[in-house]
């Protein structure tokens, strides 16, 4: 927020003298002064004893004085902008979703209020049904973006953003792990870049640093990241990190990122990051050559399918991943019971579609018991009556 109030001063000295007698009338009918107006959105003009507020562009409705010729080429966007948020508020993402993503593409490269508003609708476009790779872009620009808006919007954002943890800054169905696709192909093409070597919250940067890692391994492409580097890393200190470096193919870092999921889970976890760690348990554990280990993972995949509360994507996963780990252990007769618990509860679920699902159900189906062959012949048809006769 500090960052952009001072670029608003910078850019807005120039124009302070013209901008002093110009007003905005926002959506809401107030009439408020403006100090500078940008395509990243309006600053209003500073009172005694507040901070600086600034606002999006979707909440202005018309501006008088020096910055309407400011606005005039802005009024357009506004609009389509402040319709598409009318219309997430009243839960229609299908209707909001051809707006924000024409705006999306036309505001990339932008900052501010504006841009953290598109974001964040354009977050909930590609999240109201099935988690998408697609989900991704939108949640780290908004997560760079959001502190730009004032306290009383960026509150009001957040409630527009399906599935977002309360007070947190994660999507509860939205962890690193993915089925190969083409979003999931196109994410994994992005930019590793570098994380930000931070404490605390992670920024936007490392996020997608995480989750284009994990893209990278379900679609089959290579990484150059060095995940015993990344164990120290503190932009991988977080629930999303300690999930990819569960599934890494060294077996000591996939053993110290357990540790740590295993380290987030007490009574007081939250039911959203007590299934990602369990399902990311559960995941490494298959990948361990230890018989014993593979079905303590499989039992902490059917937990996340099991609970009353699972999100019926990770649960889908969980299932999937179960019955991977049931094939591998040649229980068979388990694999098939999950198999078609899957099939039964979540029918369009994606990873029915998936290739290793279609694998493991043949697998099943190939080491089906063969019904008995009687040897006795067809039972022969009951004699007549002799009424009958």
């Not at 507040?50 to 309407?68: A, F, I, N």
């Not at 169905?173 to 930000?196: F, K, M, Y």
């Not at 110290?256 to 959203?272: D, M, N, V």
């Amino acid at each position: 927020m500090r960052i952009w109030i001072a670029v608003c001063v910078t850019c807005f000295g120039a124009l302070r003298v013209r901008a002093e007698e110009s007003f905005a009338v926002l959506r809401s009918g107030a009439k408020v002064q403006l100090s500078g107006l940008s395509p990243a959105g309006a600053c209003l003009a500073a009172e005694q004893g507040r901070p600086v507020k600034c606002l999006s562009l979707s909440q202005l409705k018309s501006v008088e004085g020096p910055l309407s010729q400011d606005f005039r080429p802005l009024a357009d966007l506004s609009q389509r902008l402040w319709r598409a948020q009318s219309r997430l508020k009243r839960q229609d993402a299908q209707g909001a979703e051809p707006l924000l993503e024409a705006l999306w593409k036309e505001t990339q490269g932008w900052t501010g209020p504006t841009r953290a508003e598109i974001a964040a609708g354009w977050l909930a476009c590609r999240n109201a049904h099935d988690p998408s790779a697609s989900a991704v872009a939108p949640w780290v620009e908004w997560l760079d973006h959001s502190d730009s808006l004032d306290a009383e919007n960026a509150a009001k954002v957040r409630d527009s953003i399906p599935n977002l943890a309360s007070g947190d800054i994660w999507i509860t169905n939205l962890p690193p792990i993915w089925l190969d696709s083409p979003s999931v192909r196109q994410l994994a093409e992005t930019g590793l870049g570098a994380s930000s070597k931070r404490t605390g919250h992670p920024s936007g940067a490392d996020l997608l640093q995480i989750y284009v890692a994990a893209a990278r391994r379900d679609s089959g492409m290579s990484s150059d990241l060095d995940p015993a580097k990344l164990l120290h890393d503190p932009g991988w200190a977080n629930i999303a990190g300690e999930l990819v470096l569960s599934e890494s193919t060294d077996a000591t870092v996939r053993s110290e990122a357990r540790s740590r999921l295993i380290g987030r889970i007490s009574s007081t976890t939250p039911a959203w990051m007590l299934a990602w760690c369990r399902l990311g348990l559960g995941r490494s554990l298959l990948m361990e050559d230890d018989a014993e280990q593979r079905r303590l993972g499989t039992l902490s995949l059917l937990w996340v399918a099991s609970r009353p509360d699972a999100d019926p994507w990770l649960a889908s996963l969980a299932l999937g991943d179960a019955a991977r780990g049931l094939a591998a252990l040649g229980d068979w007769q388990g694999c098939r019971a999950v198999l078609a618990d899957l099939e039964q509860r979540y029918a369009e679920s994606p990873v029915l579609e998936s290739i290793g699902f279609a694998t493991v159900r043949r697998q099943a189906a190939q080491h089906a018991p063969v019904p008995p062959i009687s040897v006795s012949g067809p039972t022969p048809a009951p004699a007549a009556a002799e009424n009958d006769k």
